[in-house]
T-cell receptor, first 115, second 111 residues
Framework: ETGVTQTPRHLVMGMTNKKSLKCEQH?????MYWYKQSAKKPLELMFV???????ENNSVPSRFSPECPNSSHLFLHLHTLQPEDSALYLC??????????????FGPGTRLTVT | TQLLEQSPQFLSIQEGENLTVYCNSS?????LQWYRQEPGEGPVLLVT?????EVKKLKRLTFQFGDARKDSSLHITAAQPGDTGLYLC???????????FGEGTQLTVNP
């Protein structure tokens, strides 16, 4: 496997279900990100992990819970979601330097539908 | 908060035409990236520019970073239907771990 992988690619869940999204990066990067992309809306940054510590949480509802067990893996745990949470969820990784951040590499995304 | 404005938001052209997409900000960025995204897929990195005034070419695509590192442009020559997609610009902060993304330009190239 190369780059950034995400599983599952598609997920349909009811509002009372609990599910998890998984992301794995094979690039040796030290930062990982979760984004939400809704139809006709710009990318929304949800969470940032740098060196396995959460450094940013952009007012995301508590029904979304991230986990970063090591620098290569990132999870997004989902529970009691709402229909408006249906979107494409993208994971990305990057190498963060003292001089700043350069390119991010994205996974293919998980298309989530909440019924 | 840093903002990146992309223009135009939507562009529909005929195969063979040229086009330019713009990405502007009042903030200085350490780097600027351009991505292309197809429906249902993640954005794919096209190029990174880091030096003010830098120009990079990728086949029919020409990318330029402004002298002051606040803006960028993407020019496509002789567009083809395969160029269709959402083009996103993103600026790297001078410190920290974030990229600031523009809202994107949806390009459609008709055969």
């Amino acid at each position: 496997e190369t780059g950034v992988t995400q599983t599952p690619r598609h997920l349909v869940m009811g509002m009372t279900n609990k599910k998890s999204l998984k992301c794995e990066q094979h690039l040796g990067h030290n930062a990982m990100y979760w984004y939400k992309q809704s139809a006709k809306k710009p990318l929304e940054l949800m969470f940032v992990y740098s060196l396995e510590e959460r450094v940013e949480n952009n007012s995301v509802p508590s029904r979304f819970s991230p986990e970063c067990p090591n620098s290569s893996h990132l999870f997004l745990h989902l529970h009691t979601l709402q229909p408006e949470d249906s979107a494409l969820y993208l994971c990305a990784s990057s190498q963060v330097w003292t001089s700043g951040t350069y390119e991010q590499y994205f996974g293919p995304g998980t298309r989530l539908t909440v019924t | 908060t840093q903002l990146l404005e992309q223009s135009p938001q939507f562009l529909s052209i005929q195969e063979g035409e040229n086009l330019t997409v713009y990405c502007n900000s009042s903030s200085v960025f350490s780097s600027l990236q351009w991505y292309r995204q197809e429906p249902g897929e993640g954005p794919v990195l096209l190029v990174t520019v880091v030096t003010g005034g830098e120009v990079k070419k990728l086949k029919r695509l020409t990318f330029q970073f402004g002298d002051a590192r606040k803006d960028s442009s993407l020019h496509i020559t002789a567009a083809q239907p395969g160029d269709t997609g959402l083009y996103l610009c993103a600026g790297g902060e001078t410190s920290g771990s974030r990229l600031t993304f523009g809202e994107g330009t949806q390009l459609t190239v008709n055969p």
